[in-house]
């Protein structure tokens, strides 16, 4: 599978757009805010929060960072305003990070203020390992002015578990906790799936004992397995800690967690740049094309 899974991403550029489009319609909810409302009133009525992303990254230019906030800020108010169940997650590249980090952190604090006042949450999307320690800073910095931000880390570096005992020590810490999706080599990321999961619930169980809230981002039965048992250990009630999944992605098994009575938060990414976002997130994981594929001949099973 691991060979058809490379075709896949390597043949997409070559693959007419209005066929990607159908592919990725099943976990990019559209191209405009309202087609992300929708999608989240939807995930809403099986019980389902949502965290709404804003597609687009590596930016070029200041005025592109700009927008991008101008953006982020009308999706929460347009969260507001609709009123449904969702946060909103951000990638620091797309607001500045690399380009000038000063004025990254203005727009993000432009950003949490409007999160603040319409009384929601934002947390920092993580990126590849060049952007890694700048994000826990930043975040480690505007948590102690702001209590509604958040951050992803990555089980699959070899650092991880070293990081959330680094913020635990410096506070209340909201974090998600994923494998990790970008290509990084050995000496920093581990490379076999069993020690991904291994230090997966390695860093969860150090973060329930320091008393993080964690959203469980993985679709991975021995992991969810796994987080039921820790759960279950560390005696949390279902507020203190969620399940996260990708749209479009084992939807059966959302409502199984669902119907447990866990918390389970839906990732609802859109925007004009999701044929872009299509084909990069298959070229940094080509594993990503298999559940796409799988998806689309099992109904999301």
């Known amino acids: 599978m691991n060979i058809l899974n490379k075709l896949i991403a390597a043949t997409l550029p070559l693959v007419p757009k ?9 976990y990019i909810a559209g191209a405009v805010l309202g087609d992300a409302i929708r999608v989240v009133r939807v995930l ?3 019980g389902a929060m949502a965290t709404v992303d804003v597609l687009g990254e590596y930016i070029k230019s200041l005025d592109e960072a700009k927008e991008n906030t101008r953006y982020s800020i009308e999706v929460l108010n347009g969260i507001q305003q609709e009123q449904v169940t969702s946060n909103l997650s951000i990638k620091l590249t797309s607001l500045g990070l690399g380009l000038d980090n000063a004025a990254c952190e203005r ?10 006042a319409t009384n929601n949450f934002v947390r ?14 930043l975040y480690a910095k505007l948590r102690k002015e702001y209590d509604n931000v958040g951050v992803v880390l990555q089980a699959y570096l070899r650092r991880t578990e070293a990081d959330i005992k680094n913020l635990l020590a410096g506070g209340k810490t909201n974090i998600r906790l994923c494998k990790g999706i970008y290509i990084e080599p050995e000496a920093i990321a581990f490379q076999d799936r069993k020690e991904v999961q291994d230090n997966f619930l ?6 329930f004992v320091g008393g993080a809230y964690v959203g469980i981002a993985t679709h991975d039965d021995v992991l969810i397995n796994g987080a039921r048992s820790l759960v279950s250990q560390c005696g949390l009630a279902p507020a203190q800690y969620e399940f996260q999944m990708l749209l479009g992605v ?5 409502r199984e967690l669902l119907r447990e009575g866990h918390r389970l ?3 609802v990414p859109f925007g004009a740049d999701w044929y872009g976002y299509s084909v990069r997130r298959l070229k940094e994981n080509p594993a990503i094309a298999g559940h796409i594929v799988k998806a689309l001949f099992t109904g999301g099973k």
């Open 265 to 267: 938060r839906v990732y």
């Open 202 to 207: 390695r860093c969860l169980e150090v973060a």
């Open 107 to 116: 727009n993000v604090r432009r950003i949490l203020d409007t999160a603040r």
């Open 250 to 254: 084992r939807d059966q098994k959302r």
């Open 124 to 137: 920092f999307d993580m990126e590849d390992s060049h952007y890694t320690s700048l994000t826990i800073d």
């Open 18 to 26: 209005s066929i990607v489009r159908k592919v990725s319609a099943r």
């Open 44 to 46: 809403n009525a099986e």
